[in-house]
Nanobody, 121 residues
Framework: QVHLVESGGGLVQPGGSLRLSCTAS?????????WAWYRQAPGKEREWVAR??????TDYAAQMKDRFTVSSDDSNTAYLQMDDLKPEDTAVYYC???????????????WGKGTLVTVSS
């Protein structure tokens, strides 16, 4: 079984920062192909935030590009550094990872359960 677990959400004031983490684990050896972050604000559809490939290539949604930074490390963990947070950034943030378990031929997308970020004074 594959699990992705996010952490790091919470309440932050406008202009503040948060760093989200997402760690992947599985019952078998696996390799990460890419990570992505999404968010879903109350009453809105889920939207893509950022992605990073295993090779370190990053991409961002236009409205986050100057404030958010996505990264990952060798411990099967991805991060989303969020700076200059605004009230409109309030959302549940989800991590998605495309990974290949060694017993399978292809990679698959897996999702975490999300972590809530609230930006409010």
């Amino acid at each position: 079984q594959v699990h992705l677990v996010e952490s790091g959400g919470g309440l932050v004031q406008p202009g503040g920062s948060l760093r989200l983490s997402c760690t992947a684990s599985a019952g078998s050896l696996f390799s990460m192909n890419s990570w992505a972050w999404y968010r879903q604000a109350p009453g809105k559809e889920r939207e893509w935030v950022a992605r990073i490939t295993a090779g370190g290539i990053t991409d961002y949604a236009a409205q986050m590009k100057d404030r958010f930074t996505v990264s990952s490390d060798d411990s099967n963990t991805a991060y989303l550094q969020m700076d200059d947070l605004k009230p409109e950034d309030t959302a549940v943030y989800y991590c998605s990872g495309n990974l290949r378990v060694v017993t399978e031929a292809y990679g698959k997308d897996y999702w975490g359960k999300g972590t809530l970020v609230t930006v409010s004074s």
